[in-house]
């Protein structure tokens, strides 16, 4: 039982690049989660799936996309990365019903825009 | 959501108490409140959350006051692992998937 898993763990960018960061979880968890942390900030809310099927756009959303694959994996885009994107990225699950909404993190992506 | 206040940073000495406190004085009668902490670039970990009574479990305890318009995490006996940043959060009981927003959080340093 691996949790939740992102790759990669580190990457460097250029400006305008493009890439994808991957999150998959193995505990059937139905809602997935989106986040980034800056330095010295607390974690904001990029994007969210509440379910499969669903996305929806949290307190960041401007410069990225989402793709939830299926119930396993949520995907985020960069279609042309920005200096201002360098960040660490966390994804996070949760069963995502009342009875639980306690959310496990992966590992976290380290992301440099030069 | 509603929003919450935390002081910035705080010491403990190793084997005592840890008592974190949150204000969270809009928080509606429907909000729970969660507490998460990340250790040094590592993802949040959850610690614990309640609604309106005090709740305890192996890793802490969380008292709610009779209003609802504070809290306070206990850590009954840190340890030199318990140095971390703890997030307070206040969030709706709702079914939109359960999404946290975090605050700045309060950075426990735990000393010999």
């Known amino acids: 039982n691996a949790g939740v898993t992102q790759t990669p763990k580190f990457q460097v960018l250029k400006t305008g690049q493009s890439m994808t960061l991957q999150c998959a979880q193995d505990m059937n968890h139905n809602s997935m989660y989106w986040y980034r942390q800056d330095p010295g900030m607390g974690l904001r809310l990029i994007y969210y799936?509440?379910?499969?099927?669903?996305?929806d756009k949290g307190e960041v959303p401007n410069g990225y996309n989402v793709s939830r694959l299926n119930k396993r994996e949520f995907s985020l885009r960069l279609e042309s990365a920005a200096p201002s994107q360098t960040s660490v990225y966390f994804c996070?699950?949760?069963?995502?019903?009342?009875?639980?909404?306690?959310?496990?993190f992966g590992p976290g992506t380290r992301l440099t825009v030069t | 959501d509603a929003k919450t206040t935390q002081p910035p940073s705080m010491d403990c000495a190793e084997g005592r108490a840890a008592n974190l406190p949150c204000n969270h004085s809009?928080?509606?009668?429907?909000?729970?409140v969660y507490w998460y902490r990340q250790i040094h670039s590592q993802g949040p970990q959850y610690i614990i959350h309640?609604?309106?009574n005090n709740e305890t479990n192996e890793m802490a305890s969380l008292i709610i006051t009779e209003d609802r318009k504070s809290s306070t995490l206990i850590l009954p006996h840190a340890t030199l692992r318990d140095t971390a940043v703890y997030y307070c959060?206040?969030?709706?009981?709702?079914?939109?998937?359960?999404?946290?927003?975090f605050g700045q959080g309060t950075e426990l340093s735990v000393k010999p």
């Open positions: 996070a699950s949760s069963l995502g019903d009342r009875s639980s909404y306690e959310q496990y």
């Open positions: 309640g609604l309106k």
């Open positions: 959060i206040v969030r709706v009981d709702d079914n939109q998937g359960g999404k946290l927003i």
């Open positions: 799936s509440a379910s499969e099927g669903t996305t």
């Open positions: 809009t928080i509606s009668g429907n909000e729970y």
